[in-house]
């Protein structure tokens, strides 16, 4: 069982598990592979003759490495530089897979690892390994030294924290868009050139719905300037559009809004309307989920 090329075949085999766990719980690619190779030390270094489950007691010993390190990182108030996001993973080194690369970096919210910091270190073990590896609390709690009341409290404290941080979260960006749909009305209404510019990407796209006739025969339009154009031709409208939730994201109605004329979708971007999308066709917009948005 303690053959050495056995080891090594086993620990390959995992490495990928492990970096993502690791990656998880520490929010540092660098982090996560100092914690992946001190679990390598301490593989070569234990008898493993009556391991079973090689896989589960790497996830084990790999997840007591990162609590140390969180805990170490806590106590001299040492964190991460993130500036509110994580390290990505934008390449590979030789040997890696990139696959897995793009899926560990893909699967984590730069949000998540904002509220994981926020955590201490034996929520954080808790949390992640039962919410997102779907570890018990009993093998969590011989990991974190509790017993498995305390685990699961642990666990659901973060939980918690985590939920009601991704709340907040999606309410700051209904915010956001909600704020610039205002500012698109207001300078649509008005005929304002310079603030509609401000809000919209220079290369923003309009796609109009053969439906609603005035604009039937010009089902693209591309350029904010061109945008601009497009707009007028029905800014009359504008005075008694309003923004609603359309499908959970802020649009425009015109119309009523239990019997629109149109609906306006937007796409945003990096503080930008990058997309317009008019919705007039009746079988459509029944189909959407439109619903008023409170002041």
Request: net charge negative.
């Amino acid at each position: 069982m303690n053959d050495q090329n056995w080891l090594v075949e086993q620990f390959e085999t995992h490495r990928n598990h492990l970096q993502t766990v690791a990656y998880r719980m520490l929010g540092s690619r660098s982090e996560a592979d100092d914690a992946v190779q001190e679990s390598w030390i301490r593989l070569i270094r234990s008898n493993t003759g009556e391991v079973v489950n090689i896989g589960g007691w790497l996830t084990t010993i790999v997840s007591r490495v990162c609590l140390d390190m969180l805990r170490t990182r806590k106590s001299r108030r040492d964190e991460l530089v993130m500036a509110s996001a994580p390290e990505l993973v934008t390449g590979h080194q030789d040997g890696s897979d990139p696959e897995h690369e793009a899926l560990m970096a893909d699967s984590v919210g730069h949000a998540m690892f904002v509220v994981l910091e926020k955590l201490n270190p034996s929520e954080r073990i808790a949390f992640v390994l039962h919410d997102v590896f779907a570890l018990s609390f009993s093998e969590i709690a011989l990991i974190i030294g509790r017993n498995e009341a305390a685990a699961r409290q642990l666990a659901s404290r973060a939980r918690r924290r985590v939920q009601g941080a991704e709340s907040t979260s999606e309410t700051a960006e209904l915010q956001r868009k909600r704020e610039l749909v205002d500012a698109f009305l207001a300078a649509a209404r008005n005929g304002e050139f310079e603030k509609l510019l401000s809000v919209l990407d220079p290369n923003v796209v309009l796609r109009n719905d053969p439906a609603f006739a005035p604009v039937a025969n010009v089902p693209v339009v591309r350029g904010s300037e061109a945008v601009f154009k497009q707009v007028q031709q029905f800014a009359n409208r504008a005075r008694s559009m309003m923004p609603v939730l359309v499908n959970g994201s802020v649009g425009v109605v015109a119309g009523h809004l239990d019997q629109p004329l149109f609906i306006l979708e937007f796409t945003f971007v990096d503080g930008k309307i990058i997309e317009i999308g008019m919705i007039a066709d009746q079988a459509r917009l029944h189909g959407l989920n439109i619903a008023a948005l409170n002041d």
